[in-house]
Each structure stands twice: as C-alpha cells, then as structure tokens.
C-alpha cells in the first residue's frame, strides 16, 4: 500500500459524519411530566366548573401557567385534553391502559367464583368514578354541541358495552348465572348500573359514601344474576382444565 493510498484513506475517515449521541434528559422529562399534569388538572377543573364548550384554551394556559403553544404541544387540541382526562381517569394512571392490561381486570379474571368476580369489579368500578364522573358528565354535554366529542362519546360508550359482554361471558364460565337470562341481558344490566350517572345519582345527590355504593352494586348484581340468589340451581363448570 502506497503512500497516496495511505493519505486518500486518512482523508476519507476525516470526511464521515460523527454519529450524533441520543441526548436523555431524566430532568428533561420529569419537567415535561410536570407540565403535562398542570394543563389536564387546569383542562379538567373548567371542563367540570365551566363547561367543555365555554372553555377556551387560552384559560386553561392562564389556569395552568403556561402558554397557549404549550398546551398545544404537551396534549392537543380541546378534544384531544377531553380525551386524554378521560382515559387516565379510567386507567388510573398518567397515561391510558388498555382494559386488558388493567389490574382489576386481571384480577376479575383469576377470580374463581362469579361473586367474586362481581364483587372486585364493583369495587373497581366505584374507585374509577371517584376520578371519572365528573369528566365523563363533561364530555355527555359536550357531545350534545361539538361532533368530535359525539364521536368520543359514541366510542366509549361503545367500547363499554363490549367489555361489559366479556364480563357476562366470563361470569357464564363460573356456571353461576342465571340460566333465564341471556349474557347480553346480564351485560345490559351491569352496563347500565356501571354507567357515571347512576354513580352520581347516589353518591353526590344522595350522599351515599363510595364504600355504600360499592357494597351496594356487588349485592345487587348478585341477588339480579346469580342462580343462587334466586333460587336456581347451580351447575358450577370444572375450569381446571
């Protein structure tokens, strides 16, 4: 190898672009979470107080402390806050988790009997609307005005009526149920007591505590749909194999 050849190799390693280092900062993110927080607690407290439609996104920067750009840029569009303040309070958490990967689910799952089914759904349920209910009233009466929300409603209201038949379905595998009533009827049923509304009939205009109501939806679905409660006999199913 040459002296020339030599030099043409030097030069051409010389000439390749340094590969740029990924740039993390934990401070970085911990900020944006922060930020993040501050503007759905702001988009959540006007959304309940104020309205979806009376609320702008210039007072939910004021009430977070930020700027309009960054509302835009940590969540989005007022459609896209509404949605976001609703999955969390479903979730439970600072981001949406899917149904399946829930914790209760799991545990609804692994549960053996259909009361005790019942009863850590029901439980579950009565938390998620300690932190859904109020947003999820918003997003009902502003889906009345604003077709982006009659969508998201239309959807979740959807989607709630699919999960609530896996949850008869896997209440029917315990052969606990009631065999007069078909598992669309026992979803339609648990569908309808699940809802929001019926949460905030009795805890806020009745007063009832979220431990009463809890109690009270596991006693009730199970006087409504067991076969026990009713006086049906059980044919309880081997679920082993």
């Known amino acids: 190898m040459n002296e020339e050849t030599l030099r043409q190799m030097r030069d051409d390693v010389k000439k390749q672009p340094s590969a740029?280092?990924?740039?993390?900062?934990?401070?970085?993110?911990?900020?944006?979470?922060?930020?993040?927080?501050?503007?759905?607690?702001?988009?959540?407290?006007?959304?309940?107080s104020e309205g979806y439609s009376a609320t702008t996104v210039a007072e939910i920067a004021g009430r977070a402390r930020v700027s309009v750009d960054t509302v835009y840029a940590t969540v989005g569009r007022k459609p896209a806050l509404l949605r976001e303040l609703v999955e969390t309070a479903i979730s439970g958490t600072e981001k949406a988790v899917?149904?399946?990967?829930?914790?209760?689910?799991?545990?609804?799952?692994?549960?053996?009997?259909?009361r005790d089914k019942i009863t850590i759904y029901a439980h579950a349920i009565t938390g998620i609307h300690e932190r859904l209910a109020p947003v999820f009233l918003a997003l009902r009466d502003a889906a009345t005005t604003d077709q982006e929300c009659a969508a998201m409603w239309?959807?979740?209201?959807?989607?709630?009526?699919?999960?609530m038949g896996t949850f008869a379905a896997d209440l029917r595998a315990t052969g606990e149920l009631r065999t007069d009533l078909s598992d669309q009827q026992v979803a339609d049923i648990i569908w309808s007591m699940n809802a929001a509304e019926y949460w905030v009939l009795l805890v806020r205009e009745r007063a009832w505590t979220p431990?009463?109501?809890?109690?009270?939806?596991?006693?009730?679905?199970?006087?409504?749909?067991?076969?026990?409660?009713?006086?049906?006999?059980?044919v309880r199913r081997d679920r082993s194999g």
């Open 98 to 114: 899917p149904a399946e990967q829930r914790d209760y689910v799991a545990r609804v799952r692994s549960a053996t009997s259909a």
């Open 20 to 48: 740029k280092r990924a740039y993390h900062s934990p401070r970085r993110g911990e900020q944006a979470a922060a930020t993040r927080h501050l503007v759905l607690n702001a988009a959540r407290d006007l959304f309940v």
């Open 211 to 234: 431990a009463q109501f809890a109690d009270w939806l596991t006693d009730a679905w199970a006087r409504l749909l067991l076969a026990e409660a009713r006086g049906y006999t059980v």
């Open 154 to 163: 239309a959807e979740i209201a959807k989607r709630r009526a699919t999960n």
